[in-house]
């Protein structure tokens, strides 16, 4: 099986919605996202839904799919719990309230990050978060038995 660099892992896990999964192709160590549209256009073989490349892609995971890792979907990653943690971390009470406030209720993430832009912890806030993806990935790839190239960040 081919190593791969945690910080592809991390981009992977990242560019994942409820219509794009990323995968790991185990023999080479590429990750790839592959979107519900050319899951269906591979399964349907309608070639004018997605772009070529796409559709192969899609093609290969489904005749191959022992060879395919998908890296971990949004609710293992929980990046609610994520920003959970990291308000109740910080110091000051008073940022550390409003933080916690803004997550509750419909439309936390995006009072939660207008809050961390408002307190100027955008930075903390984007290395916090940067970090606990790390560790998904890491806790995955140690789970799966993948290998990670030495030194990749």
Not at 143 to 148: A, C, D
């Amino acid at each position: 099986m081919g190593s791969v660099r945690l910080a592809d892992i991390v981009d992977g896990m990242e560019m994942q919605s409820d219509e794009m999964t990323a995968y790991l192709h185990r023999p080479t160590g590429r990750v790839i996202a592959i979107s519900e549209q050319a899951f269906t256009a591979a399964d349907e073989d309608d070639e004018e839904l997605v772009e070529p490349e796409e559709l192969a892609e899609a093609r290969e995971v489904l005749a191959r799919g022992a060879d395919y890792l998908a890296l971990p979907d949004r609710f293992e990653i929980d990046e609610y719990r994520m920003m959970q943690r990291f308000a109740l971390g910080i110091a000051d009470t008073g940022s550390q309230d409003q933080l916690v406030s803004a997550l509750k209720g419909r439309g936390a993430f995006r009072r939660f990050k207008d809050a961390v832009l408002r307190l100027d912890l955008a930075e903390k806030w984007y290395a916090y978060r940067n970090d606990a993806y790390e560790g998904v990935a890491r806790d995955w790839c140690e789970v799966n038995g993948v290998e990670l190239v030495s030194g990749s960040v």
